[in-house]
C-alpha cells in the first residue's frame, strides 16, 4: 500500500488506510475530510497511553486533536503534545531525504528484553556489563570514543525510566562503561526494594571520532594505553572466534543470558529466546 501526500506525516498514514496493494492520496485540499475523522490512535507516536490520555480530555479523533488547545496540549504532553497536534493541522516540515543518506551516528547502544524479570543488583549488573561490551566493541569497531552513558529500565508493570551521565573522559572500554552504567541504574532503581526489570538498555553519546583500530598515543597513562592495546587484542579474538569466545569472569553463571556459544558480532544476541 501506498500513502502520497504533501509531508511524510500523511503519507505514512495513507499508506496505512487502504491494504492491500492501493494507492491514498491526501492533499492540502482534502486532508480535512480524510483525516480528522481517524482515531487519534492512527497518528504516528500516538500509542495506547497517549490514546487514553488524550480520551481524558474527550480528544478521540484527528480532527478533535488538530483543534485541541495547544497550551492544554504541551502541559499534558510537553513538547510532543504540540508536534501531534501540529502534524493533524498538516504542519510537518521535516526534509525528506534521499533513501541512500546516512545520518551521522550520534549514540552507539544496546538493550534487552531478559527471559525473566530481574530482580536483584547482582543479575542486573551481569545484564549491564554484556551490554556495555558490546556497546564498546562497536564504538571501537567504527572509531568511536564516547564521554557520555545513558542507562534506560523497563519494569514489569511496563514502565519505563532512564538516566544518563557526562563521563570524565572519552571511552571505548566495556569497563569504564559498565561502571557509570551501575552506578546510574542503583540512582534510578531499588533492586531488591523495587519492582522487578522486564528490560535494561545502555547506549553511549557525545561520541568523538578517532582512528579506527589504531591507538591513541596522547594519552599520558601508561594504564590506558595498555587497556586500549588490550582491548584491540580481544577484538581480534573475538573476530576470528566469537563474540562469546572472550568474557568477564562476571557473566559466568547467568541466569538470564544464553550459553556462551559463539556468536556473530553483527547479530548480537546473548539472551534466551523462549521456546
Known sequence: ?????????????GSDLKKPDATTIIDRQNFKEIVWKLPVSDMLMVGRR???KLAKYNIFTLGELANSDEK??????????VKIKQWALGNDESIVMQAETELPVKSVGHSTTTIVDVSDYSTA?????????????????YGFKAKGVHVSIRYNNLEFVSKQRVLSKN??????LAK??????KEIWGGPNDLALRLIGISAFNLSVVAQNTQEDFFADKKDEKLENLNFTVDKI?????????????????????????IEDTEFLPFKKLT
Open 125 to 141: 549488573k551481569q545484564v549491564l556489563w554484556y551490554l556495555c561490551d558490546m556497546v564498546a566493541l562497536r564504538l571501537r569497531k
Open 50 to 52: 497517549t490514546q487514553a
Open 238 to 262: 573475538r573476530k576470528k572466534y566469537g563474540f562469546n569466545s572472550m568474557l568477564k569472569g562476571t557473566l559466568l553463571n547467568n541466569s538470564v543470558m544464553t550459553d556462551k556459544t559463539p
Open 72 to 81: 492544554l496540549m504541551k502541559y499534558v504532553f510537553g513538547i510532543n503534545g
Open 1 to 13: 500500500s501506498v500513502g502520497v501526500s504533501f509531508n511524510k506525516i500523511f503519507a505514512k498514514l
Open 180 to 185: 557509570a552504567a551501575y552506578s546510574l541504574l
Open 171 to 176: 571511552t571505548f572500554d566495556g569497563g569504564e
